[in-house]
């Protein structure tokens, strides 16, 4: 199996930053993406940036704000959140696109639990 721990969650002023943290571990062959998504409540989960071997995307919201970025070495995936507003307040999650080691040629969707972000106005 594979599990992603998240980190970096918190309490912040609107204009300040926060980075979060997702390390993946366990039975893992490859990893073939890794994105954080967001559900503000009352909302949908929606996707706020993701990266792949072919680079990154973001969600129109945060662009030019938000920063995901990798460590393929120790399985890690980061958002640097800068400029945060009110808006951005919710519960982030870490996907990951896993090829397990039992299963190498298929990939499997794996969730972490969640880190709560919160931005005071």
């Known amino acids: 199996q594979v599990q992603l721990v998240e980190s970096g969650g918190g309490l912040v002023q609107a204009g300040g930053s926060l980075r979060l943290s997702c390390a993946a571990s366990g039975s893992i062959f490859r990893i073939n993406s890794m994105a954080w998504y967001r559900q503000a409540v009352g909302k949908q989960r929606e996707l706020v940036a993701a990266i792949t071997s072919g680079g990154t995307n973001y969600a129109d919201s945060v662009k030019g704000r938000f920063t995901i970025s990798r460590d393929n070495v120790q399985n890690t995936v980061y958002l640097q959140m800068d400029s945060l507003k009110p808006e951005d307040t919710a519960v982030y999650y870490c996907?990951?696109?896993?090829?397990?080691?039992?299963?190498?040629?298929?990939?499997?969707?794996?969730w972490g639990q969640g880190t709560q972000v919160t931005v005071s106005s």
């Open positions: 996907n990951a696109g896993v090829a397990t080691m039992r299963i190498k040629y298929q990939t499997f969707d794996y």
